[in-house]
């Protein structure tokens, strides 16, 4: 995989908690940490994408005609199917 160099900006607070990391032995250089925020915000990002998804789908189908004990019961009735209850 190719390496793409980038020059970023911290304030002096934020290079010191940056290097805090790096002396406590969590990480052995700068970008290693950094690689390692932007694949905790990739992997973020994609468990809300795979929540909000669902959840869109339900929200565009519209309102249900189901009572609450319908939907109890069609609930109970998958899982029986399924072996879970």
Known sequence: MSTIRKTITFTEKQDKWIK???T?????NESEY???LVRRDQAKKAKFS????PITEGMDSGISDK???DIMK???ERM??????
């Open 20 to 22: 805090s990391q790096i």
């Open 24 to 28: 406590s032995g969590e990480f052995t």
């Open 34 to 36: 950094l690689r390692d």
């Open 50 to 53: 795979a929540l909000k998804a």
């Open 67 to 69: 009572t609450v004990p």
């Open 74 to 76: 069609e609930v109970e």
């Open 80 to 85: 029986r199917a399924d072996v879970r209850l």
